[in-house]
């Protein structure tokens, strides 16, 4: 009896440390902003991409070479965006040039951090340390609440950057409405991608990939507005409890077990009393 116990504890505690994590990528919107942030425990990348939105603009209209001069403004303005964070010339920090994502079909630059020194440097801002909020008895779960990296200026100034390729297309080829095109970024979504080797913190949308664990947060610009916030989460045994928990089962066996066995000799006894 003992040895069960201590044996399902186990296997519940190993439960919980582990968990039943999702292999499954999170469905993400093409017509999306993203920030991709990936980390190995020492160096940290940061990737932004605007979305092309190649189908849906062929969709309404745009012939192919309308769709190579929206792509050539928007690679000029998204790589005087990457200029203007390689003028910044911070050490310890690689910037690229506008690059072609065409795996999600967006343009977008990457920076690299070699280390997490790198990366306050580069921002001039010191990590505040964000205090959990604690819950749960069997099963102890840290809840960290943090800004979400897109504010609502952000996203707006985002779209507006689309905007302006859209229009500069427009204008260089003679296209009088795109009023079509343009109404694509009000359904735009912004989303965040964390990604690390570590799995300790998770969020609503949690997945193992190939390479890392991801947590992926998706709002638009009014869910900004309404809640400018993302939750992190972190979960762990409380072994304290579960000890009591399985010492008390253990000890509520053994009582179980002395009773069955102090009746057992007693049913003899009383059976020959009853025959003389």
Not at 51 to 61: A, D, F, H, Q, V
Not at 169 to 174: D, F, L, R, T
Not at 213 to 230: D, L, M, R
């Amino acid at each position: 009896m003992k040895k069960s116990v201590y044996i399902l504890f186990l296997l519940i505690f190993t439960c919980f440390l582990f968990g039943c994590d999702s292999t499954k990528p999170i469905s993400i919107s093409e017509n999306s902003f993203r920030l991709i942030r990936q980390t190995n425990g020492q160096e940290t990348t940061l990737a932004y991409s605007l979305p092309l939105n190649t189908n849906k603009m062929s969709e309404y209209g745009l012939s192919a070479q309308n769709i190579k001069i929206f792509k050539f403004y928007l690679a000029s303005f998204v790589q005087a965006l990457a200029q203007q964070n390689q003028d910044k010339k911070v050490e310890g920090v690689r910037v690229s040039g506008c690059t072609l994502y065409s795996d999600i079909d967006a343009l977008g630059f990457s920076i690299v951090f070699e280390d997490g020194d790198a990366l306050q440097r580069f921002f001039n801002s010191n990590s505040e340390k964000v205090t959990p909020k604690m819950s749960g008895f069997f099963v102890k779960k840290a809840t960290y609440q943090i800004s979400f990296p897109f504010s609502l200026q952000t996203a707006e100034d985002l779209k507006q950057i689309c905007t302006m390729a859209v229009e500069s297309m427009a204008e260089s080829e003679n296209i009088k409405d795109v009023s079509q095109v343009l109404s694509l970024y009000d359904d735009s979504v912004f989303v965040y991608d964390f990604a690390s080797k570590e799995k300790g913190l998770k969020s609503e949308m949690f997945y193992q990939g190939k390479n890392f664990f991801h947590n992926v947060f998706i709002k638009t610009s009014e869910e900004i507005e309404a809640n400018p916030t993302i939750l992190f989460y972190a979960t762990a045994p409380n072994v304290g409890v579960w000890y009591l928990f399985a010492l008390f089962g253990v000890l509520l066996g053994m009582i179980v077990t002395y009773l069955i066995k102090s009746r057992q000799k007693k049913s003899p006894k009383m059976a020959k009393i009853s025959l003389k």
